[in-house]
């Protein structure tokens, strides 16, 4: 409990005579800033003074008068309580002239805390001196909390500092050894590009080249500076019907954040070269930040029919071995477009040739007249139903990798939603042209009847499961997690009444936890393991 709680100013008093005691009461107790504790005998008075200590109810003046007697009794009762609390104001009362006010202010120091007046003391002196070094103890003590809250602030900002000094050392030891690993690893890096045969370069996540090697440099010095490309984006170095393809291609590695392989061509001069280029997304915090591929130079080779046929398919690497099974094609295919990217949809449809060929000459079919129709619907000023068909278009060619059309149906499907049409006709400009070219492309592919019309089975009703895949795999292509639910649930009803056999069980149960927890990716692959099974029906 502090003094001051209920506040008053509590005061000693040491006197052994009655009626000088009860004359200090008369004088204090009748102002009520003060609590008045009356002692007449001076170990009682050290004794107060010790329990107040104790109790944390501390006096702040003390009156002592050495008229008790004797008075070298009084003086060391005054030292004792010096002791016991060397912040109290004492004031001796004296009359003895044996006793000096030196002496007696070198046995109680200190002298600011110390004042001996002559007896007796006049009424208004006792108020006025109570009043005043009170008033003074009080302020004293307020500054000694601040001084004792500031030091301790102190002490704990200097073990922080000591703390902060302690990790800058062993954050910049850490830096240090990081910046040497990375210097290691820069040299390595650039060594070995430096000798790399193959083509490679980097590009930044603004589509500007940062990085381009020795082996590409010389490919191009025949035809342009290849040093030029650094700080520049494809759209500034080649000519647009070239840059829009690469700049596709960057774009789906980006946005994926998957590797992809592919054949493109650049027109340079007279001469017209071909690259199997493998583009690939470089990570950081689990976002593609920049772009790096690696090129190869396949302009002689694409006389071979043969291989060709295998870059079509993307089943051969640049030593030639095969890379992915079971997706061989039942006669000889013809090379696609370079913005179709056959060997993605192969992955995830499980290798199943037949099952891509019946999604192409499906989407092929649907397609052929959707310029037309989507032009109807402008001239109409029905934004709501283009928008539709956009987004239609848009998720069927993501399921057969048409990336080029899917980006351009993303734009068209964006342009509805704005009802912005000054880009409209660009855009079907180039849809037509590649949905001309993607068809030419299907009907040189030789597919035999009884494979293009069959369907996966499995329920009894194979076209209602068939177009339910299709349209589960359009929703996990787009990362849409309300249609992808609900074409899973209708895909499940449909197999209730199917035998399926153990593994394909565990691949429902699988693909049902990722589609529920939003895992798109893992659930496209599980898919792709999963249509192989349907199509030779419940028992394999």
Known sequence: MSQLDNGQLRILVADDGKNSADQYGEILTSDPSFELVLCH??????????????????FAVAFIDLGMSPESDMIQVAEHIRELDPFLEIVIISTCPGISAEEIVSRVPPADKLLCIGKPPAISEIRQLALTLGTKWQKERESRRIIQRLERRVREQSWELAEVRTA?????????????SLEEEREKFFSFMKYQPAMTYIKDDMGKYVYVNEAYEKHFSSDIRAEGHIGKTDEEIWPPWIAKDLISHDRTVMARGKALSTVESLSVGNRTRYHLVTKFPIMRNNRSFALGAIALDITDKMQDEGFCQRIALGNSSSDGQETVADAQPPGKVPTPPGWLDIRDALKRLGDSWELYADLLVSFCDDKKNFCRKFEE?????????????????????????????????????????????????????????????LICFQQKIKIPENQTSKPPVGPSDGSEIFELLKKFDESLEEFDPLESKEYFGKIRDCLVSVPLNAEAEDLLAKLAYNTRHYNFEKAGKILGELVPMLEVGSGK
Do not use: N, Y
Request: with cysteine; glycine share 8%.
């Open 41 to 58: 005998q001076g170990d009682k008075a050290a004794e107060a003074v010790r329990t107040a200590a104790e109790e944390k109810h501390l």
């Open 377 to 437: 619907l402008i001239a109409e000023g029905d934004f709501e139903s283009a928008l539709v068909k956009a987004h239609a278009l848009k998720g069927s060619s993501a399921t057969i990798s048409a990336i080029a059309i899917r980006d351009a149906a993303k734009k068209l499907e964006e342009a509805c939603m704005e009802k912005k049409t000054e880009h409209m006709p660009e855009l079907l400009g180039l849809i037509g042209e590649w949905l001309t070219e």
């Open 168 to 180: 800058l050392h062993t954050e910049t030891g850490r830096r240090e050894g990081a910046e040497m």
